[in-house]
């Protein structure tokens, strides 16, 4: 059982958007300004989407978007596209050299 | 560009042993810290360990406490974790990955499978 908790599925149709949620507890993502957002497309290296709850490294488009609210931060996705199509993870610092992720969200694009 | 190259996976008898390499380019692998991430199949990212850019300290998942080594070599930019006493949990794909800000992993390779079975 994974330390955030996801929700398994998220769909939306293109041009739509869609939001995931991961929750955790005030010892890690609603303790930290530490949570991420990865993309893995399977058989590929993850990739950065999101990281200090709402920053968006340099390359990622401005439909990614991430907030917190609490113990649990959300990744948006607007104007949803075929190659947003992926597994998403968010991750989180949890104190005393420790990280944790979530279990992981499959985002269909209908 | 940044390139994260794992290898060294395989199958392996439980109690036995693995040392899986991450070969890195693109940066200066020097001065950055390192992490080790796994996933279990149909599961999702489980973090592992973490090395210091000079390599003066080294972080683990309880999971992993005791029986896992990461080490690097930054004459050959190249990341390692030892993985002793394995046990069939232990099967996964495993992930080199790039510390960054925000204590976050701004690089993955693509990964090494390691597979514990008899």
């Known amino acids: 059982q994974s330390a955030l908790t996801q929700p398994p599925s998220a769909s939306g149709s293109p041009g739509q958007s869609v939001t995931i949620s991961c929750t955790g507890t005030?010892?890690?993502?609603?303790?930290?300004?530490?949570v991420s957002w990865y993309q893995h497309h399977p058989g590929k290296a993850p990739k950065l989407m999101i990281y200090e709850v709402s920053k968006r490294p340099s390359g990622v488009p401005d439909r990614f978007s991430g907030s917190r609210s609490g113990n649990t931060a959300s990744l948006t996705v607007s104007g949803l596209q075929a190659e947003d199509e992926a597994d998403y993870y968010c991750?989180?610092?949890?104190?005393?050299?420790?990280?944790?992720f979530g279990g992981g969200t499959k985002l269909t694009v209908l | 560009q940044v390139q994260l190259v794992e290898s060294g996976g395989g199958v392996v008898q439980p109690g036995g042993s693995l040392r899986l390499s991450c070969a890195a380019s693109?940066?200066?692998?020097?001065?950055?810290?390192m992490h080790w991430v796994r996933q279990a199949p149909g599961k999702g990212l489980e973090w592992v360990a973490f090395?210091?850019?000079?390599?003066?300290?080294?972080y683990f998942a309880d999971s992993v406490k005791g029986r896992f080594t990461i080490s690097r070599d930054n004459s050959k930019n190249t990341l390692y974790v030892q993985m002793n006493s394995l046990r069939a949990d232990d099967t996964a794909m495993y992930f080199c990955?790039?510390?960054?800000?925000?204590?976050?992993?701004?690089?993955w390779g693509q990964g090494t499978l390691v597979t514990v079975s008899s």
């Open positions: 991750g989180s610092y949890a104190g005393r050299y420790n990280w944790v």
């Open positions: 090395i210091r850019s000079d390599g003066s300290n080294t």
């Open positions: 005030s010892s890690d993502a609603g303790g930290y300004n530490y």
């Open positions: 990955a790039k510390a960054w800000s925000g204590n976050s992993f701004d690089y």
């Open positions: 693109g940066f200066t692998f020097s001065n950055y810290g």
